[in-house]
């Protein structure tokens, strides 16, 4: 990545480097590994962060593993076993580099109901062959069309499996054993609770209450006992109880690993074992894909290091190597889980070290810990199960399959999987969907009728296609000749069929003297710009201007502009967004960053961070200036922002951002000492210091000294305006650092500076890097040479 770096100053101040960048909290990572790292031969890294990360990793996949494996009635270290290989081999090799890979609850009905028709070695053949089949879709590079099958189908299979899971479950909870079938487990379930025995149904509510609890623990002893995952808590307490209250409830049975079981080459009928391969392969992969897709939103989210975003044809290959593996090893098969990954990345990990790492811990718990894991009860292990499987219903996924008004396809994928099994129910969930894409493409409504000015008006709701070219030339038929008429469309979509019987009805019906006027919902003329604004947000803006020609009887183009873009706000945005402001407003905002800018009209924060509401706290002012504390005089504005935003909502980065083109910039460069006291000259005496830097780095003639010159990404500096706003970036960021309650977030570690830099002109986003304690002086290599 190419980089700028500054200009050397006589004086020790606090360097920076400019990088690309396409985010503003993205800032790349030094390629020289910091103190403390250490580097294996291979380029891994072990750091203090990831180890302490693997330590939770791994107490939480433990318990989870043991309670995978009793779940499907597979020999217990199975589940072991694809701990350890998944972290292992799916940290090397996988393309999400915080994600943990482990034994798959999403697939844990399907492997029970393999191990019921086929046995335990052939299931662990069909995990090679799937675990293979999903190397070969890695290596083709498919795995982002995986993710294009429809969200509620994904979300419905993996709930369908959460509620089998958590059925299943239930039974051994309540001291019975769990049938082969969800609708089996639903229909026994009240015999269950009629035969019940206290012991295990209290050990299970013990279990699960510590889960829901543990995280919920307040004050500081709270907050200290939050360090120990819940799943561990709650097994360990579960263990303790059931040992002193009841000695008798089954216990975790580790054979002897002599006696572990491998694979063996598959028996049974082709196709089944094709289907069975099949869907092995789509569940695992599935999973892994849409964990490593969340995986990223959560590091996104969270401030520290950057971590490179997920390669998902990687993931596919490292999750098809892990799989084959594991099947190899008599183990369970693999993916990639959300629990285990969303703790690895709230545990504070910043590479693949920590998913490796958990794997080795699980390795060496497996051959040391076996006489303390047999202390566990079996329902301790099914409750934490059980509760695994309902996080799998997400009610935030059923809000929005709701609000796109797919649920009926939501629904009969969970219904598919429950009665017949999870390749049945995707298939059911795509049949649905195809069939409510042709309802929604066939069911368009047409009506006629009159206006209140007299006009005939023909609505159509829906998508205009061939489908519906009879009725609209049935409604069309029946508008009297030589009238006015308003076709008003309200969809997305007009076919080729649709189009041209509507461009010839309006041909004729002009040529016998009427009018046609075809609109959208809002009363809009088709293809004409949506209000006197002229332009829209979000939307590519191409010579673009605002400036419109007056005519009488139109408003004033001030106030025109304020009242049409209201008026569209209120019709297109308002009701996307109006949720989540609702959110904003009884929760208080709660900004990750206080965002410090220029007024310029040209910058455009929310669609330069791509930020949304609540994400933000922005200041602008003219030359993004930070006035050094105690000299603000008149003005405290910008202290009173800062103060607020670190104090107050705790912010966990500061960005102060300039931009090329500065009118303010140049306004300094223009200044005389004895001009008018202005109020613009009076605040801009705030960016004097950036001014004087900037003249300490030229030499005679106002030029840079030989050999000594500014690059951004491997270009020279346009000119003296863009040397000073680069400059006042640096220069604001240390009057930044020189407010007290800044400067006290910044030594605790809890808050982090950043520089900015827009280039208007090629839109742009440079960050300053931080590099060494001064300004260096760069010889250019000759790449560098070439580019400049």
Not at 459 to 479: D, K
Not at 727 to 742: D, G, K, M, W
Request: hydrophobic letters at 45%.
């Amino acid at each position: 990545m190419s980089a700028c770096t500054p200009t050397r100053i006589d004086r020790p101040s606090r360097a920076y480097r400019f990088a690309r960048a396409k985010r503003i909290d993205r800032i790349p990572q030094d390629p020289n590994p910091p103190p403390g790292h250490r580097r294996s031969p291979g380029g891994f890294r072990i750091r203090p962060a990831d180890l302490s990360a693997s330590i939770t990793v791994f107490l939480i996949a433990v318990p989870m593993s043991l309670g995978l494996a009793v779940a499907i009635d597979a020999p217990l270290q199975a589940g072991l076993v694809a701990a350890a290989v998944g972290g292992i081999l799916g940290g090397l090799l996988g393309g999400t580099p915080l994600q943990v890979s482990g034994p798959s609850a999403g697939l844990t009905v399907v492997t029970a109901e393999l191990i019921q028709v086929y046995g335990w070695r052939t299931t662990c053949a069909i995990t090679i062959c799937a675990g293979l089949l999903q190397l070969v879709l890695g290596t083709l590079q498919v795995a982002r069309s995986a993710l294009a099958v429809s969200p509620a189908i994904v979300h419905g299979t993996l709930a369908g499996i959460g509620v089998a899971l958590a059925l299943g479950q239930l039974h051994v909870v309540l001291g019975g054993e769990p049938q082969s079938r969800a609708i089996d487990n639903a229909r026994a379930l009240p015999g269950q609770l009629a035969d019940l025995s206290p012991a295990a149904p209290a050990i299970g509510i013990l279990t699960v209450a510590v889960l829901v609890l543990w995280p919920r623990l307040p004050g500081r002893t709270g907050h200290a006992l939050r360090h120990v995952p819940a799943a561990l808590a709650s097994v360990a307490l579960a263990t303790g109880v059931a040992a002193v209250a009841a000695p008798g409830l089954s216990h975790v049975d580790l054979p002897s690993w002599r006696a572990h079981i491998l694979p063996e080459p598959p028996h049974g009928a082709l196709l089944g074992l094709a289907a069975a391969v099949l869907t092995v392969m789509l569940v695992a992969s599935l999973e892994s894909l849409l964990s490593a897709v969340a995986v990223d939103k959560l590091t996104a989210d969270r401030p520290g290091p950057a971590v490179p975003r997920s390669d998902l044809d990687r993931e596919l290959r490292g999750q098809g190597i892990a799989n084959a593996v594991s099947g190899l090893l008599g183990g369970l098969p693999v993916s990639g889980g959300a629990v285990r990954s969303s703790a690895n990345v709230r545990a504070g990990a910043v590479s693949r070290g920590s998913n490796v790492l958990h794997g080795v811990w699980v390795l060496l718990a497996a051959g040391l810990l076996v006489p303390a894991l047999e202390f566990i009860p079996l329902a301790a292990l099914a409750a934490l199960v059980m509760v695994v499987g309902v996080q799998m219903v997400s009610f935030a996924h059923i809000r929005n399959v709701h609000m796109h008004r797919e649920f009926p396809v939501y629904a009969a994928t969970v219904a598919g999987v429950l009665l017949m099994g999870v390749l049945e129910g995707v298939v059911a969930g795509i049949a649905v969907a195809v069939a409510l894409a042709l309802h929604r493409l066939a069911h368009t409504r047409i009506t006629l009728g009159e206006g209140p000015d007299g006009a005939h008006r023909v609505q159509v709701r829906g998508q205009l296609t061939f489908l519906a070219v009879p009725r609209l030339s049935r409604s069309l038929g029946q508008v009297p000749d030589g009238s006015t008429v308003v076709v008003e469309l309200d969809g997305s979509f007009m076919d080729h069929a649709a189009y041209e019987t509507l461009q010839h009805w309006q041909d004729a019906h002009t040529a016998l003297g009427g009018t046609v006027t075809v609109c959208g919902r809002a009363g809009q003329r088709i293809a004409e710009p949506p209000s006197p604004h002229g332009c829209r947000p979000w939307t590519p803006w191409r010579n673009h201007t605002c400036t419109l020609a007056q005519s009488p009887g139109r408003p004033k183009v001030g106030s025109g502009q304020l009242a049409s873009g209201l008026s569209a706000f209120q019709r297109n945005t308002a009701p996307l967004v109006r949720e989540e402001l609702a959110r904003l407003a009884r929760e208080g905002q709660r900004p990750s960053q206080l965002f410090l800018t220029c007024a310029d009209s040209r910058l455009v924060t929310s669609m330069i961070t791509s930020s949304g509401p609540g994400d933000l706290f922005t200041v602008r002012n003219v030359g993004n200036l930070v006035p050094l504390p105690g000299a603000e005089t008149t003005d405290d504005s910008v202290a009173a922002a800062i103060e607020y935003a670190v104090d107050v909502l705790k912010v966990s980065s500061i960005t102060v951002c300039g931009h090329s083109g500065c009118g303010a910039m140049q306004a300094l460069l223009g200044s005389s000492p004895g001009g008018p006291p202005t109020p613009l000259m009076r605040w801009l005496r705030h960016g004097l210091p950036s001014l004087e830097r900037m003249r300490g780095l030229q030499g005679a003639g106002g030029h840079p000294p030989d050999g000594v010159r500014w690059r951004i990404a491997g270009r020279p500096v346009e000119d003296d305006v863009e040397q000073l706003c680069l400059t006042n970036v640096v220069q604001q960021l240390q009057h930044l650092a020189a407010h007290e309650a800044v400067a006290r977030r910044v030594a605790e570690g809890s808050l982090e500076l950043h520089g900015m830099y827009f280039h208007v002109g090629e839109a742009q986003a440079y960050l300053l890097d931080e590099g060494e304690e001064v300004f260096a002086r760069v010889s250019p290599t000759a790449d560098e040479q070439s580019l400049a």
